[in-house]
């Protein structure tokens, strides 16, 4: 005798039911796997699809199965089709299935998949498919990816692929992007990528964001005239000009550092007028 899922899952509830009297110290969730185990994760994976459950645990079991099947192709297709047709809740349980089983498909049903969700209302279904994109990554879904930001202009789609490309296509992507006001987390993916790189290849930096392009002077290879360090140093707001002095002092320019503190213990008050130092790692 097999028992139906209706039986089994009336047998869930009342563990459920132990646990929620406080025992303390059984094996409920144990026992709530074991009985959802005796279910075949096909037969489990349709009730899901068409019936749902309130229970997480139903979701949690599937998940865990499925993590553990070889071939998850055909339950994908099921899976992924009835994603398509649910309204947002349901989409909501399904996605969980079917972001198990992304990893150990093929290319094409990752690319399909990745792409359905690009293609979403939702940004945080294009964030979903970003965070994907990175284990899977190929020339399509950097494509994909690109045009999505494109539309949504969502930071965290352009992040992944500047993290994911290689150097040199990091470096002429960020020139394409970095033009004006861009998210300082989108920023900080910037100069991950920019660590390194030569004077002459940073020098874009220098007019859209002087601060940071001292910044990524210190790990740069080539050097940089006094002269031309000056001008730049003056051309950012006053406020932040300490910062900026702090990555000057890793360069060793010292006739600017003994300038500018000069300044500073002449007229405390007045030198950088607005800095707050409570972003300094001291």
Same mark, same amino acid.
């Given at each position: 005798?097999?028992?139906?899922?209706?039986?089994?899952?009336?047998?869930?509830?009342?563990?459920?039911?132990?646990?929620? $009297?406080?025992?303390?110290?059984?094996?409920?969730?144990? *026992?709530?796997?074991?009985?959802?185990?005796?279910?075949?994760?096909?037969?489990?994976?349709?009730?899901?699809?068409? @019936?749902?459950?309130?229970?997480?645990?139903?979701?949690?079991?599937?998940?865990?199965? *499925?993590?553990?099947?070889?071939?998850?192709?055909?339950?994908?297709?099921?899976?992924?089709?009835?994603?398509?047709?649910?309204?947002?809740?349901?989409?909501?349980? *399904?996605?969980?299935?079917?972001?198990?089983?992304?990893?150990?498909?093929?290319?094409?049903?990752?690319?399909?998949?990745?792409?359905?969700?690009?293609?979403?209302?939702?940004?945080?279904?294009?964030?979903?498919?970003?965070?994907?994109? @990175?284990?899977?990554?190929?020339?399509?879904?950097?494509?994909?990816?690109?045009?999505?930001?494109?539309?949504?202009?969502?930071?965290?789609?352009?992040?992944?692929?500047?993290?994911?490309?290689?150097?040199?296509?990091?470096?002429?992507?960020?020139?394409?992007?970095? %033009?004006?006001?861009?998210?300082?987390?989108?920023?900080?993916?910037? *100069?991950?990528?920019?660590?390194?790189?030569?004077?002459? @290849?940073?020098?874009?930096?220098?007019?859209?964001?002087?601060?940071?392009?001292?910044?990524?002077?210190?790990?740069?290879?080539?050097?940089?005239?006094?002269?031309?360090?000056?001008?730049?140093?003056?051309?950012?707001?006053?406020?932040?000009?300490?910062?900026?002095?702090?990555?000057?002092?890793?360069?060793?320019?010292?006739?600017?550092?003994?300038? $500018?503190?000069?300044?500073?213990?002449?007229?405390?008050?007045? %030198?950088?007028?607005?800095?707050?130092?409570?972003?300094? @790692?001291?």
């Amino acid at each position: 005798m097999t028992g139906s899922i209706a039986e089994k899952l009336q047998r869930v509830e009342e563990l459920y039911e132990v646990e929620m $009297e406080d025992y303390i110290g059984l094996p409920t969730g144990l *026992l709530r796997h074991a009985v959802l185990n005796s279910v075949p994760l096909t037969e489990l994976v349709r009730f899901f699809i068409e @019936e749902g459950s309130h229970f997480k645990v139903v979701s949690a079991n599937i998940c865990k199965r *499925l993590s553990q099947e070889k071939d998850t192709q055909k339950i994908y297709h099921r899976v992924f089709e009835a994603l398509k047709e649910s309204t947002y809740l349901k989409r909501q349980r *399904l996605r969980q299935l079917l972001e198990v089983m992304i990893p150990g498909l093929d290319e094409f049903r990752q690319l399909e998949y990745i792409t359905h969700l690009l293609s979403s209302n939702y940004i945080y279904e294009q964030i979903t498919a970003a965070e994907l994109a @990175e284990k899977v990554w190929s020339k399509d879904i950097q494509s994909l990816l690109l045009n999505a930001y494109y539309r949504s202009r969502h930071y965290k789609l352009l992040a992944v692929v500047i993290l994911s490309v290689d150097d040199d296509q990091a470096l002429e992507l960020i020139r394409e992007y970095w %033009t004006g006001r861009v998210p300082k987390a989108l920023i900080v993916k910037f *100069l991950v990528r920019l660590k390194g790189r030569s004077v002459e @290849e940073l020098d874009f930096v220098r007019t859209v964001d002087p601060a940071n392009y001292i910044a990524l002077l210190r790990h740069a290879s080539g050097t940089i005239s006094d002269e031309k360090l000056l001008e730049c140093y003056y051309t950012i707001e006053v406020k932040t000009r300490p910062f900026a002095l702090w990555s000057i002092g890793h360069l060793g320019r010292w006739n600017l550092i003994e300038k $500018e503190t000069g300044n500073f213990l002449n007229d405390p008050t007045g %030198t950088f007028p607005g800095f707050s130092d409570h972003l300094f @790692e001291k």
